[in-house]
């Protein structure tokens, strides 16, 4: 079975490829190095031992995306490639629709010329917006606050109405919820090239004196002690689900969305806490103003996943803060 991943140098895609290789797929790689380091494709081939080809460009080009499948016969798709930051996208939201929709009518337009119609497609639980209640089911209204989340949820619908277009294609959505941690070996990981956004890599980074202060983004919200609650996932568990979900594309057709999350949500204050305790460091931070955009809680029902793929998460809060930092000092040693 030969899987192209588009994305596959990011965060996500880099630990899908680890999990796939590992698994006893071939996987063929299309990155346009956007949000990413050309030295992760080697990083990959240490972990795993393996060799894969890889096609240096964007999934908006189709000329690149015809010859992949020319020179390759691609069973199924996994579609990370795309831009992936809120508040860029309230900035920008012209460059987030062209590229994020455009690279997916792209891939699926070559996808159906080279009658391929397995995919698993990157979504977010952004798709929920402010959820009314908790746990949050994948039968929830869906409503986006952001660009970003915006092009999560036109592309969902174009995957859903291209399944009624054409009942031979085979779609996994699958939503994540907060994913942090990296793999073991501390070899990949989440290093965003500038300020982080996310709540995870900025910890890292002060916890490596980068940066000096983590900014709590307001201890008033309606949870235990105030801070944000969101459902915090292990990367590599979330790689995991995505080897369930091709299992899935392969054998049965059909479109259908599934919550990757672990079903319990952690707080700010929480989060850090952990990442002190388990690291044995100090993180500075102090309490200012919300965010804005922000919600209160969040965090998954994941029983649908179980029933449907067979997969859960298993990995801890403190695997995942361990693994975090481990990586980091890793890069550090290099
Ligand atoms: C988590 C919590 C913040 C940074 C976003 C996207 C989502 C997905 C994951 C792509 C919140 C607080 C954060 C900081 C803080 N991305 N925080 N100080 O906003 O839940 O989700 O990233 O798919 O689609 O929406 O993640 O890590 O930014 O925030 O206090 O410097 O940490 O207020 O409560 P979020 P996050």
């Known amino acids: 079975m030969k899987i192209l991943v588009t994305g596959g140098t990011g965060y996500i895609g880099s630990h899908t490829c680890v999990e796939l290789l590992d698994a006893g797929y071939e996987i063929v790689v299309i990155d346009n190095f956007s949000n990413s380091q050309p030295d992760v494709l080697d990083k990959i081939k240490m972990i795993t031992r393996k060799d894969f080809k890889f096609y240096k460009g964007d999934v908006c080009d189709k000329e690149i995306l015809q010859m992949i499948f020319k020179e ?14 809120v508040g860029e996208s309230v900035i920008k939201p012209l460059m987030y629709y062209r590229n994020n929709i455009d690279s997916t009518l792209s891939l699926l337009e070559v996808m159906n010329e080279y009658n391929c119609k397995k995919i698993v497609f990157s979504s977010s639980a952004t798709v929920y917006g402010k959820p009314d209640k908790l746990p949050i089911k994948e039968n929830f209204s869906l409503k986006t606050t952001n660009p970003y989340g915006a092009t999560k949820l036109m592309i969902e619908d174009i995957l859903r109405d291209l399944y009624i277009s054409d009942n031979d294609w085979s779609i996994a959505i699958l939503r994540y919820f907060n994913p942090i941690g990296a793999h073991a070996s501390g070899l990949i990981g989440e290093n965003p090239n500038d300020i982080p956004n996310n709540l995870m890599p900025y910890i890292v980074k002060v916890a490596t004196k980068e940066l000096e202060c ?11 002690d105030g801070t ?66 922000d919600i209160d809680a969040c965090y998954a029902d994941p029983s649908y996943a179980k029933e449907k793929l067979g997969w859960s998460a298993s990995l801890g809060i403190e695997q995942m803060c361990k693994d975090a930092y481990n990586f980091i000092k890793k890069i550090e040693e290099m």
């Open 214 to 224: 983590l900014n709590i983004f307001g201890d008033d919200y309606d949870t235990l």
């Open 72 to 85: 390759n016969k691609i069973d199924a798709v996994v579609h990370f490639a795309g831009f992936k930051a």
């Open 228 to 293: 944000g609650v969101r459902d915090y996932i292990h990367v590599v568990d979330l790689s995991k689900g995505h080897i369930k979900a091709i299992e899935k594309v392969i054998k049965d057709k059909g479109v259908d969305a599934y919550n990757l999350g672990t079903g319990r949500g952690y707080s700010v204050l929480e989060l850090v806490n952990t990442f002190m305790k388990v690291n044995n460091v100090k993180i500075n931070y102090k309490i200012v103003g919300r965010r804005p955009g």
